[in-house]
């Protein structure tokens, strides 16, 4: 069955410290990898994607992310993270072969000042 | 710059009543969805709509209806609500299949059924 996997339920990250969301993913074919933010009692936000290309892609709020196709994986990163950053944060897989994104359970991030 | 919007934004319901999730896109998307987001279950998808014209169900269906009544609008309609569809509802919207698109999605609709 084609996944997506994002291991921690929740992230916890000092306010200037470097953070990592993970995702992997096990699918058939050529991903195309996205993140989006979620912040309380709101809708989804986009925030990058991966098509093809240069594997590390950046995208809104400082937020990059590397596509990584020998571990399957697409872990977002910022090197300094803000309060503000404090949010929920969703991996998703698109296919050729299927209309349907395949998303992750969604990781919590809580920035500490 | 509305973007995707969805109405109504909060519902409370009894059990076996009937309600009409509403939404509406200005981007000219071809493609529309109906998600729901339950704690720690991600976004399930309900129903999209490939293009006007077109609907097909998702991973979760079932007592659920939906009309892409024309380019902009896709309605979601639960004829005889039950205390398992308590849940946030999200519509979306993309310019053509997922694949590569990037989704665009409303606030949400939070819908409590009693």
């Known amino acids: 069955a084609q996944s997506v996997a994002q291991p921690e339920d929740q992230v916890n990250v000092a306010e200037g410290n470097p953070l990592t969301v993970k995702c992997t993913y096990s699918?058939?074919?050529?991903?195309?990898l996205f993140w989006y933010v979620q912040y309380p009692n709101r809708g989804l936000q986009f925030l990058l994607k991966y098509i093809t290309g240069d594997n590390l892609v950046k995208g809104s709020y400082g937020f990059e992310a590397e596509f990584n196709k020998s571990q399957t994986s697409f872990h977002l990163k910022k090197p300094s993270a803000l309060v503000s950053d404090s949010a929920l944060y969703f991996c998703a897989v698109g296919l050729d072969s299927n209309y349907q994104l395949i998303w992750g359970a969604g990781t919590k991030l809580i920035i500490k000042p | 710059n509305a973007g995707v919007t969805q109405t109504p934004k909060f519902q409370v319901l009894k059990t076996g009543q009937s309600m009409t999730l509403q939404c509406a896109q200005d981007m000219n998307h071809n493609s529309m969805y109906w998600y729901r987001q339950d704690p720690g279950m991600g976004l399930r998808l309900i129903y999209y709509?490939?293009?006007?014209?077109?609907?097909d169900k998702g991973e979760v269906p079932n007592g659920y209806n939906v009309s892409r009544l024309n380019k902009r609008e896709f309605s979601l309609r639960l004829e005889s609500a039950a205390p398992s569809q308590t849940s946030v509802y999200f519509c979306a919207s993309s310019e053509a299949a997922p694949r590569g698109n990037t989704i665009y999605f409303g606030e949400g609709s939070w819908l409590t059924v009693v």
């Open positions: 709509s490939a293009s006007e014209g077109t609907t």
């Open positions: 699918v058939s074919g050529n991903p195309y």
